[in-house]
Structures are given as structure tokens and as C-alpha cells.
């Protein structure tokens, strides 16, 4: 089982729709809980980070974290063309040998339509 | 600010040669990281130094050396390349507060193996 698992897409959402993307993952000793957007062709850069329970809202984008279900999601509201990337969602484990590494998923491919 | 730089932005190798990919960053990190992102598999961890001094394994650390050569820059060094090592690599390098941590990437570096 992979440790951090994303639904690889691609995920096809009509201009101005609700992107909703999704991440399970297999450590619960797991603390920090990121998304990344990558462009074709260039680095990943962070949109969103959560740390508890909930949802945390930063403009369109709102990322919601469950860590009795490991479970943690990122939802873009008014969705437009330029959301269309590769969302990566990392996972962070604090402490021990594991200090400093950040485990990615294989990334969702999001295609917004006009 | 230039945040995270990498040399070079493409390299052809031949089967068996050497060579160093070079990462530096200009906000006073304390770690830096090295990844590999290949077609459907996320970002693999190479290996990444908590700090100036210290380096430790990744996930994917095989074929690989590093080099941490002071606060601002990290080294990976391939001694022997192999078509395996074909990929696209990244460098990151993050602020730790507390339990929060952000990291920044570099442009990446496109390797080609032959």
C-alpha cells in the first residue's frame, strides 16, 4: 500500500464547477498535511497546508483534513482554465527517523474546461 | 531574492559518466532536499540534509551521493549514470516553525541517460 494515495485522474470539471480533489493516507502518526501545484514543465509550488481537523479556507481554494478517516481533500470553487495542473497532496511525519521527509502522491491531473 | 536555483536545467549523459547537479538557496534554510519525479510516480525523496553537516537517505537514495556544502547549497552527484536515472530532479529547501514547514522548489533539472 502506497503511503500517500491520490486518484491520478485526469479529472475533467467544466469552467466555474467545483474542482474536488482527494488524498488517503497510511500513516497515523502523520501531522502535516500539504498541496502542491504543479504546471507541466515546472516545480511544485505549496497553495495550501492544514495542520487540524477541519477546513481552512484561503480564496477558491478550501482544504479539509480528517485524520480519524485519513482522509484529507482539497476543494476549488469557481474553477477556471488556469487551475488546470497536477495537484500534488504531501504528507508530513514529525519526529523521529522520519524528521524532515515529506511523502508525496503521484498527483491528480485536473483538466478545467471553458 | 532568488530562492531556489538549479544547475543546469538539462543534461545528456551517456551510460557510465559522472555528474553533479548543483542547488543553492538564498533564504537561510536549515534543510534541503533532493527528489526525482518520474511519469505516474509522485516525487521520490533522494535524500535530504536536516541541516549544514548532515545528510540522510531518502526513499530512493541508490546511484546517488550527496554533499551539503554549507547553509546555502546541496549537491547531488550521480557517479556512474544509468538510463534508470533518466528523470526529472528537484531541489527543495524549507523553513521549519515549530510543527509548520513550508519548502520551496527549485526549477528542476532534466536529466536524459542514454
Known amino acids: 500500500q502506497k503511503e500517500v494515495e491520490q486518484n491520478s485522474g485526469p479529472l475533467s470539471v467544466p469552467e466555474g464547477a467545483i474542482a474536488s480533489l482527494n488524498c488517503t493516507y497510511s500513516?497515523?502518526?502523520?501531522?502535516?498535511f500539504f498541496w502542491y501545484r504543479q504546471y507541466s514543465g515546472k516545480s511544485p509550488e505549496l497553495i495550501m497546508s492544514i495542520y487540524s481537523n477541519g477546513d481552512k479556507e484561503d480564496g477558491r481554494f478550501t482544504a479539509q483534513l480528517n485524520k480519524a478517516s485519513q482522509y484529507v481533500s482539497l476543494l476549488i470553487r469557481d474553477s477556471q482554465p488556469s487551475d488546470s495542473a497536477t495537484y500534488l497532496c504531501a504528507v508530513r511525519h514529525w519526529g523521529g527517523t522520519s524528521y524532515g521527509k515529506l511523502t508525496f502522491g503521484q498527483g491528480t491531473i485536473l483538466t478545467v474546461h471553458p | 531574492n532568488a530562492g531556489v536555483t538549479q544547475t543546469p536545467k538539462f543534461q545528456v549523459l551517456k551510460t557510465g559518466q559522472s555528474m553533479t547537479l548543483q542547488c543553492a538557496q538564498d533564504m537561510n534554510h536549515n534543510s534541503m532536499y533532493w527528489y526525482r519525479q518520474d511519469p505516474g510516480m509522485g516525487l521520490r525523496l533522494i535524500y535530504y540534509s536536516a541541516s549544514e553537516g548532515t545528510t540522510d537517505k531518502g526513499e530512493v537514495p541508490n546511484g546517488y551521493n550527496v554533499s551539503r556544502l554549507n547553509k546555502r547549497e546541496f549537491s547531488l552527484r550521480l557517479e556512474s549514470a544509468a538510463p534508470s536515472q533518466t528523470s526529472v530532479y528537484f531541489c527543495a529547501s524549507s523553513r521549519t516553525s515549530g510543527n509548520r514547514e513550508t519548502q520551496y522548489f527549485g526549477p528542476g533539472t532534466r536529466l536524459l541517460v542514454l
Open positions: 500513516d497515523r502518526g502523520s501531522q502535516s
